[in-house]
């Protein structure tokens, strides 16, 4: 399964965005998203377990991001509102490796697409 993260582009402080990951087939497993800085470690952002019922977040971004799974189990969103200029990254999605993961451990997953780039000005 390949994953392509796409939604990113460039938002005033306070603005929202959709990011939307979409994969080459269904996904069952736990789907991340993370971001990352030039010069910096891949960060965790957001997590939806495999049975849905589960979320996780970073603390960064707990209340004002939201992600979400379509009933197809081929897209997961991540809602981003409220945005402010330390968002600014390239978002990645990508597919937890098994059952067994840390949401916020990049090494748990795999299949990561390529990114889309998040720019939120001041």
């Known amino acids: 399964v390949q994953l392509q993260a796409s939604g990113g582009g460039l938002v005033q402080t306070g603005g929202s965005l959709r990011l939307s990951c979409a994969a080459s087939?269904?996904?069952?497993?736990?789907v991340g998203w993370f971001r990352q800085v030039p010069g910096k470690e891949r960060d965790f952002v957001a997590a939806i377990d495999r049975s849905d019922d589960l979320t996780y977040y970073a603390a960064s971004v707990q209340g004002r991001f939201a992600i979400s799974r379509d009933n197809a189990r081929i897209t997961v969103f991540l809602q981003m509102d409220t945005l402010k200029p330390e968002d600014t990254a390239v978002y990645y999605c990508?597919?937890?490796?098994?059952?067994?993961?840390?949401?916020?451990?990049?090494?748990?997953?795999?299949?990561w697409g390529q990114g889309t780039l998040v720019t939120v000005s001041s």
């Open positions: 087939g269904r996904i069952f497993e736990a």
């Open positions: 990508a597919r937890a490796k098994g059952g067994r993961y840390r949401a916020d451990r990049p090494e748990d997953f795999d299949d």
